[in-house]
């Protein structure tokens, strides 16, 4: 079946800091490949996708890859801000599709200091 | 803005009573709407996908009698925790993939169950 492996957490870092968020997923065929976040007291947004191998997701200065060869989709952020305090949640949809079943990775609760 | 809305965003009940959860797709038609169960410092489970106009499918281990879900409309689907019980306490989200060109998946912001 589909599974999401992502770094534990939490990770806490200080104002203009490098951020990784490992993933990596196991699926058959061609997932679709999607990180979330998940601010205090709010529901999920879309902070990124993929759809095939070797795509490259951006948004907010947050970039992650889809790797084939290594199945991952490592999350990177040059300079995190406080604001980017939240929990960050990466998921795949099987088949290459962007809506449908999504299974997600347990999520890592990232906390950026001043 | 929000496009899915979930009510209530919190509810306390006593063990025993039903709760009803609503999902609405705010500005546009959703024929399938999907219910995730969220446990604290957890991962989203996905508990069942619902279908306007037809019946939901339950996704294994979810008991089709505890959780029932009714689409009655394109823009409102309905969860209610029948007989609850202090397991039954977490956080339940809703989402709906939009109809339009990009064909995202739009989250409620959850609603927090606590049964006492």
């Known amino acids: 079946g589909n599974s999401v492996t992502q770094m534990e957490g939490p990770v806490t870092l200080s104002e203009e800091a490098f951020l990784t968020i490992n993933c990596t997923y196991t699926?058959?065929?061609?997932?679709?490949l999607f990180w979330y976040v998940q601010y205090p007291g709010e529901g999920l947004q879309l902070l990124l996708k993929a759809t095939k191998a070797d795509d490259k997701g951006s948004n907010k200065g947050f970039e992650a890859t889809y790797r084939k060869e290594t199945t991952s989709f490592h999350l990177e952020k040059g300079s995190v801000q406080v604001s980017d305090s939240a929990v960050y949640f990466c998921a795949l949809i099987r088949g290459g599709t962007s809506y449908g079943k999504l299974t997600f990775g347990q999520g890592t609760i990232l906390t950026v200091h001043p | 803005g929000a496009v899915v809305s979930q009510h209530p965003s919190r509810v306390i009940c006593k063990s025993g009573t039903s709760v009803k959860i609503e999902c609405r797709s705010l500005d546009f038609q959703a024929t399938t709407m999907f219910w995730y169960r969220q446990f604290p410092k957890q991962s989203l489970m996905l508990m069942a996908t619902s279908n306007e106009g037809s019946k939901a499918t339950y996704e294994q281990g979810v008991e089709k009698d505890k959780f029932l879900i009714n689409h009655a409309s394109l823009t409102l689907s309905t969860l209610t925790v029948t007989s609850a019980h202090p397991e039954d306490s977490s956080f339940y989200i809703c989402?709906?993939?939009?109809?339009?060109?990009?064909?995202?998946?739009?989250f409620g912001p959850g609603t927090r169950l606590t049964v006492t």
């Open positions: 699926a058959t065929g061609y997932p679709s």
């Open positions: 989402s709906a993939p939009s109809s339009r060109a990009n064909n995202e998946q739009y």
